[in-house]
């Protein structure tokens, strides 16, 4: 695993603007970067990343069937007690998922080490499945990179073939679905990748319908509509379920059949109470990190660095790192009220000045490829940048 | 190979830039839909102007007409008061349908041209007279216009006359969604995403 310069495609930007990429620079900082790409061997991608998210993956599922079947373990995932049987019932009925990805670090010869699943609201899905593809595609074209180059990344192709699977499934229920699609307003990064997702779902031959989450509205019967009062029967929201299941619609959640993308049972998967669950259920696992809920702090020895989660954080928000009982690094932000967990520390690798992250994606129960993501500081944040990665040898 | 063996790179192009496809000109409405990703409809007002304008026999014509009412019952805009829909569509062109709300009556519908005859896959979605800012313009359930090609010949989305209308209803209130995230903005003005 090397950090490789590379001169960037001279015309990257007019191309970003063609293909609506609109947010590879934001607050006025670089964040889609091609000045250097990360280098892989293939051994390293399928021994060391492929067949572990794919366990890992395994292992989440039989955390969620676990979980759902016995309110104590429920009652640690922080989410809304009235809400549980939507959740459970979501699992029972085999909602069907799209996808997810699994953040690890990874330094290209000890095992990638889990630090969470974002099963939920997964974003650089565009990067990934497309323009990082794209990158590859015209520096190969363009002689800059070896044609023997290639690149772990088949999220598009995973995702459009998932996509027309779950319109078959749909199908039974209704005919002629239309799928929406929503996100919060004011975010062109959501925004990005909502539309990427409704052009994957064009290519599955999907009617597709978008809506932002606030314009949602409901009628008498407590359907939810869309702002051109459509009832929403099929629904991708790029919205957190533990935001849901909290706020005044999340009432209506179950009174009508709807379809939701990801489904409810995700909410507790993207619930860091699944990383000391993993650690209960599979002690030791080489890719998992030790991992205590925040009432076993007799576990949280002063021999090792922890990391303190809010059960509900999101890109790094509120995350302490915690060194012989002292706080030491903190991130501001509002969450954590919901409850914590503490995860052993197992620092990010470092390449030339930059911490690095992998990001592991999932479509169907299959490992689909990977994002590669740099800071300047060890937990890694919104402002983090994308850097595209190839696989030789 | 690890990666996507093919992508359709212009089903992501969101600007096509002419300097790099230099213009073509050509006639032929075919060409032109297909180019701008539209398909052809025939709009007839009624049975009789079906059978007229469309190659479809006068049965067959009666089964659209049938699957064009039950179509607009389904997914017409809902309105609370008569008042309320005669302000988007004209005075009298509303009615009470049976849940109590008030829908447009349908002007028409429309035939997708490739058809000669009555297929029970393809939709014959009605169309209404909307009063726009600009006149009156023929507009589909969810407020798609038809643009006129000619005679009764219009040209819609493509895909159209394959995929059903979203059923429609009245909304009481909006905005249940969301509040979390418009409250919890204000911890960070960097935040740029509610995914992770």
Known sequence: MFRIPIKERDDWKMLAEEYGFHFHTMHGERYWDESAYYQFTLAQIEHDLEAPSEDIHQMCLHVVDKVIKDENLMQRFGLPAKHWDFIAQSWQAKAPSLYSRLDFAYDGKSPAKLYENNADTPTSLYETGFWQWLWLEQNVNQGRLSIDCDQFNSLQEKLIARLRQILQIEQTKRAGQTLHFACCKGSIEDRGTVQYLEDCAAEAGIATEFVYVEDIGRDLAGQLTDSKNQVITWIFKLYPWEFMLNESFGDLLGRHPVSFIEPPWKSLLSNKALLPMLWREFPDHPNLLPAYFGDEIHNVTSESTWVKKPLFSREGANVSIIQSGNTVVETDGPYGQEGHIYQQAHMLPKFDNSYTLIGSWLVNDQAAGISVREDSSPITQDMSRYLPHVIRG | ?196
């Not at chain 2, 002419?18 to 032109?32: D, E, K, Q, S, T």
């Not at chain 2, 479809?56 to 039950?70: G, H, R």
């Not at chain 2, 179509?71 to 849940?99: L, V, W």
């Not at chain 2, 216009?145 to 219009?154: F, Q, V």
Request: with cysteine; net charge positive; aromatic share 12%.
């Open chain 2, 1 to 196: 190979m690890k990666r996507t063996k093919k992508i359709n790179t212009s089903r992501f192009l969101k600007r096509s830039n002419l300097r790099r496809a230099p213009l073509v000109l050509f006639a032929g409405a075919f060409i032109y839909s297909t180019f701008f990703n539209e398909e052809e409809v025939t709009y007839v007002e009624n049975v009789d102007d079906c059978m007229a304008d469309t190659s479809l026999s006068q049965q067959d014509c009666e089964m659209a007409y049938k699957n064009a009412l039950a179509e607009s019952e389904k997914t017409a805009p809902k309105f609370d008061t008569q008042a309320r829909c005669e302000q988007d569509f004209r005075e009298d062109g509303c009615y009470e349908s049976d849940n109590g709300t008030f829908i447009p009556m349908m002007s028409g519908f429309m035939i997708g041209s490739a058809l000669n005859r009555y297929d029970r896959n393809r939709y014959y979605h009605p169309a209404y007279s909307y009063l726009s800012s600009y006149g009156t313009q023929k507009v589909m359930s969810d407020g798609t216009p038809l643009n006129r090609a000619g005679g009764s010949r219009y040209t819609v989305p493509r895909g159209t006359t394959e995929t059903s209308k979203p059923r429609s209803t009245s909304t009481i209130s909006r905005g249940g969604f969301g509040q979390i995230a418009s409250r919890n903005a204000s911890y960070s003005s960097s935040r740029s995403s509610w995914g992770g």
